[in-house]
């Protein structure tokens, strides 16, 4: 099987493995979690396809988890039901998973 | 208050596990041949040679992987490089592990930095001419040897070159080994200049050709030079742009189809999170 492709589902069932505790903590439920799995469906292969196509730099890493904590940020602030602050929960939700990545 | 210090807490353990894998990440070594030949090592056929890069650009781009359209190196046309091992692709092509670890680049070539090793398609390199050719062209010339270095008292060092003419040197002798036990030397051959030489099969690990007439002449150079193989070969290039992924994956080609779907996956969830969770946050109907 293409490497690529194992690495962004290996990316994302990890990040998906973190990010959810992290959500809990802020307060999600019911349906929040799908909105979690979602958002991130959106965000995370898209971060590491173009981090890995570009060659992995630490300074580009960098701004894209931001463009992916703002673009998190804002859809748990406008669909969420039960969580609150939505950026700082995107915050903490990258911080982990991009720690453990950077980990393993 | 309590959720202050709850997200307090995330900060400082995120911290505490993203800067000691940082250190981790600066002191960590590159294996050699990595996650590829890890995978693929029973399929690779050890080849240990030296090969001339020659690449129809005028440059050999290394990639990570076979599989991989990274690129790890641009080195140019006319390099001599270690080949390790070869491995056959899908589609036949036959791919090589090139060592990079004591690869000195020149000004125009580019190396990643804490790469070691890389591969390319076997069809950008060269043939070196090499001992083994060397012997099947002048064997009818060899003559026995009859003991014309058997005397030799060394000055400095004995130079023991790759063959005859090869001006590249295999090892230096400075001295006998072994309470004076001269080197077994076979057969005598006397070059198109009247050079003669003889060949050392083993000596304490060293093996190659020794000029008889200039034991130690360490910028012999003979009319002829080193031999050279039947075989194209392209011009010098200065390679260009910087080493990057490349979008058409040299042995796997399915990058494409990677990128299209992550497009169709980004496509249809922000299209089906406004669907799914329609009215904002605190909203009552």
Redesign the interface.
């Known amino acids: 099987m ?4 194992l690495k ?1 589902v290996i990316s994302l069932l990890l990040t998906l493995v973190t990010e959810f505790p ?1 959500a809990f ?2 307060q999600a439920k019911g ?1 929040d979690l ?2 979690v799995f ?2 991130n ?2 965000t995370n ?2 971060v590491v ?1 173009v981090s ?4 992995d730099r630490v300074s580009l890493q960098m701004i894209l988890e931001g463009m992916a904590i703002l673009a998190e940020g804002f ?1 748990y ?5 039960y969580m ?2 939505g950026f ?1 929960c995107s915050f ?1 939700c990258n ?2 998973s ?3 990545g ?2 393993l | 208050m309590r959720k202050n210090y709850l997200s307090l807490l995330i900060f400082f353990v995120a911290m505490f596990m993203i800067f000691p894998s940082l250190t981790a990440r600066a002191d960590a070594i590159w294996e050699p041949f990595g996650d590829f030949y890890e995978q693929h090592w029973e399929e690779c056929e050890p080849i240990n040679e030296s090969y001339l890069t020659n690449g129809e650009e005028g440059f050999v781009t290394v990639y990570e992987s076979p599989l991989s359209g990274k690129e790890v190196a641009k080195i140019k046309n006319g390099k001599a490089v270690y080949i390790g091992c070869v491995w056959n692709d899908r589609k036949g092509n036959l791919w090589g592990a090139v060592d990079l670890h004591s690869f000195k680049q020149e000004e125009g070539e580019t190396v990643r930095e804490e790469v070691y090793n890389g591969w390319a398609p076997m069809e950008n390199f060269a043939e070196i001419y090499n001992e083994g050719d060397f012997r099947a062209e002048h064997r009818n010339e060899f003559k026995e040897y009859a003991g014309e270095l058997d005397d030799y008292e060394i000055k400095n060092e004995i130079l023991i070159w790759t063959y005859p003419g090869s001006e590249e040197l295999q090892s230096t002798l400075p001295e006998y080994w072994n309470e004076n036990e001269v080197p077994t030397y076979e057969y005598l051959y006397t070059d198109r200049d009247g050079l003669r030489w003889t060949y050392i099969g083993y000596y304490y690990g060293m093996k190659g050709w020794v000029c008889v007439d200039d034991p130690e002449n360490e910028n012999l150079k003979t009319s002829y030079g080193p031999g050279k193989k039947e075989q194209e070969l392209y011009p010098v290039n200065t390679p260009d742009g910087e080493l990057q992924m490349t979008l058409k994956n040299p042995a796997d080609g399915s990058l494409k189809a990677v990128l299209i779907a992550v497009a169709a996956v980004v496509l249809v969830t922000v299209i089906l999170i406004p669907v799914i969770f329609g009215k904002k946050r605190g909203k009552r109907e």
């Open positions: 293409n490497e690529l492709f962004l992290v903590l802020f349906k799908l909105l979602l958002v469906i959106l292969p898209a396809l890995t196509l570009t060659g859809y602030n406008k669909y969420s039901t609150r602050k700082l903490c911080l982990v991009y720690g453990v950077l980990l």
